[in-house]
């Protein structure tokens, strides 16, 4: 397993992190994994002896089921602390009371030492707002954000799907007032899903931010599994939920060209997906989630998957996504400006 530094942090991670929206079973989020206990211990602990460091985990998954289920398996294991990053986030709704959900300091406040006691720590290593919170203003967020920080109770902050506006409006507010600064985005990435390259990974590389990658095979339609008229193997919650929401016409251009690949580096066509994933610089680490052992293992192999240049381009292609305005007018300017003059 290699390990890649988050964003601008001294912080290592390794490049596969152990999604967990596979652990619990309560309400909606059954149809996700419903794994209970001992199931958990078993993923867990095979995820740290393959040299995983990096665990992800949300509040609302199973409504903080996974959390509990995350905190058991590290005292079942003893898992060393110091050897573990744990990652967590509070925004969606807890429960139906009026302050139960949302980014103000009430409510975060709360969240995290709800969060602390269903995980049995002291702290977490990263804490995330888990979206967009319309009614709450940043100022009030990111103020609680640093008060954690500095508390001690959270060593680094990070955010998930907002747009790139909003994520540059947050650092400006915290370099502003010396507040502890965002270290991380996690974002939807996959080839079938390019979208954040766009807005968000030109900001990310400008500012230094660490890319953490959830659902990088598409809800599971990049595994190879499903067909084009959708049918899959029955045992897939695509098959149940399907999200995230993909251009299932480029989805499977995407799987076509990498079948090819997959036999001639005798990998599934999964670790492709992943390993392409793996290859784009900006990438600090990408989250799988597993329902089994045999997931998980096929899973991190992609860590061994080196891709050629060929490869790359070829999958490059068959995924580009489609100009637009003002991407194509920046480009076209930009390269008139990166000519270098001669003269004589």
């Not at 965002?182 to 890319?211: K, M, N």
């Not at 084009?228 to 499977?252: E, H, I, L, Q």
């Not at 005798?266 to 329902?291: D, F, N, R, Y």
Request: hydrophobic share 40%; net charge negative; with cysteine.
């Amino acid at each position: 397993m290699k390990y890649r530094l988050l964003g601008s942090t001294g912080l290592y991670v390794s490049e596969i992190c152990l999604g967990t929206m596979t652990f619990g079973s309560e309400g909606f989020w059954k149809v996700m994994g419903g794994l209970g206990q001992q199931p958990v211990n078993t993923l867990v602990g095979q995820a740290f002896e393959a040299g995983i460091n990096f665990i992800d985990t949300a509040n609302v998954y199973s409504i903080g089921q996974s959390e509990s289920l995350v905190g058991q398996a590290l005292k079942d294991l003893r898992l060393p602390r110091d050897e573990v990053v744990i990652a967590t986030k509070a925004t969606g709704s807890m429960d139906e009371l009026a302050n139960g959900r949302g980014q103000s300091r009430y409510h975060l406040m709360n969240a995290l030492d709800a969060s602390l006691e269903r995980l049995q720590l002291d702290h977490v290593d990263l804490y995330q707002l888990h979206g967009f919170d319309p009614l709450t203003p940043l100022e009030e967020s990111l103020s609680t954000l640093n008060d954690m920080v500095r508390s001690g109770k959270v060593r680094y902050i990070g955010l998930c799907n907002l747009a790139a506006w909003q994520v540059m409006k947050a650092l400006s507010i915290s370099d502003q007032r010396g507040w502890a600064r965002f270290a991380s985005v996690q974002a939807y990435y996959t080839l079938a899903g390019r979208d954040l390259e766009r807005e968000l990974l030109p900001l990310i590389r400008d500012q230094q931010l660490g890319l953490m990658v959830w659902s990088p095979l598409a809800g599971g339609l990049l595994t190879g599994k499903f067909d084009r008229d959708g049918k899959g193997p029955g045992d897939s919650r695509r098959d149940t939920f399907d999200f995230p929401p993909v251009d299932k016409g480029r989805a499977f251009d995407c799987v076509d060209a990498m079948r090819p690949i997959a036999a001639r580096h005798g990998v599934s066509i999964a670790q492709v997906a992943l390993a392409w994933l793996l290859a784009q610089p900006a990438v600090s680490t990408v989250i799988i989630g597993a329902k089994t052992a045999a997931q998980l293992t096929d899973n991190i192999a992609a860590a061994r998957l080196a891709l050629s240049s060929e490869d790359l381009a070829l999958l490059d292609a068959v995924s580009r996504l489609p100009s637009e305005y003002p991407g194509w007018m920046i480009e076209l300017q930009g390269g008139y400006r990166a000519k270098v003059p001669e003269r004589g």
